[in-house]
T-cell receptor, first 113, second 114 residues
Framework: NAGVTQTPKFQVLKTGQSMTLQCAQD?????MSWYRQDPGMGLRLIHYSVGAGITDQGEVPNGYNVSRSTTEDFPLRLLSAAPSQTSVYFC????????????FGPGTRLLVL | DAKTTQPPSMDCAEGRAANLPCNHSTISGNEYVYWYRQIHSQGPQYIIH???NNETNEMASLIITEDRKSSTLILPHATLRDTAVYYCIVRPEASYNQGGKLIFGQGTELSVKP
């Protein structure tokens, strides 16, 4: 198993550009989540999904969209990037509601100029 | 979800036990205590979790006080590779529509020194 994979590893955007951060898992996990981590701070939940076709907002959802069309993939879309979205983004997945130890991906470092 | 309070940083000598405290005085009866750690620049890693009984696995032990208002994560023989930020998280027993939702605080930065 590859576990949780994220692409790209690093991205530079200009203000106003759009992009999609990719996240995939090959463990047949129902639950997937996106977090952001700013320097010196803990992780903050952006969006999460409890299964294909179902998503919900976390702590800091503004400026981000998600969809979950398959169990394996959970992309995060930035429609119009802003410097405040400069951060490290982590995707995570877990098997089920009662086995919720989360597996995290390696992260995507995003710089918005 | 109940809030947690952790010291911002701690030091530990290599080979000694590292005891990381966490206060969660507003914890409810159905809330679990989870511990994760994050080694620099990597994604967080699950360590252990518990409800009210003490728990032990290959990585660590979790001691929860009888009133459940605080807990301690114990790394029995800390190594340099245990240097990381450790997060204590309290959350309810997962329900279908809350799975995958973890709220991280600031954590404790543990430095293991030779």
């Amino acid at each position: 198993n590859a576990g949780v994979t994220q692409t790209p590893k690093f991205q530079v955007l200009k203000t106003g550009q759009s992009m999609t951060l990719q996240c995939a898992q090959d463990m047949n996990h129902e639950y997937m989540s996106w977090y952001r981590q700013d320097p010196g701070m803990g992780l903050r939940l952006i969006h999460y999904s409890v299964g294909a076709g179902i998503t919900d907002q976390g702590e800091v959802p503004n400026g981000y969209n998600v969809s979950r069309s398959t169990t394996e993939d959970f992309p995060l879309r930035l429609l119009s990037a802003a410097p405040s979205q400069t951060s490290v983004y982590f995707c995570a997945s877990s098997y089920g509601a009662d086995q919720e130890t989360q597996y995290f991906g390696p992260g995507t470092r995003l710089l918005v100029l | 979800d109940a809030k947690t309070t952790q010291p911002p940083s701690m030091d530990c000598a290599e080979g000694r036990a590292a005891n990381l405290p966490c206060n969660h005085s507003t914890i409810s009866g159905n809330e679990y205590v989870y511990w994760y750690r994050q080694i620099h620049s990597q994604g967080p890693q699950y360590i252990i979790h518990g409800l009210k009984n003490n728990e032990t696995n290959e990585m660590a032990s979790l001691i929860i006080t009888e009133d459940r208002k605080s807990s301690t994560l114990i790394l029995p023989h800390a190594t340099l590779r245990d240097t990381a930020v450790y997060y204590c998280i309290v959350r309810p027993e997962a329900s279908y529509n809350q799975g995958g939702k973890l709220i991280f605080g600031q954590g404790t930065e543990l430095s293991v020194k030779p």
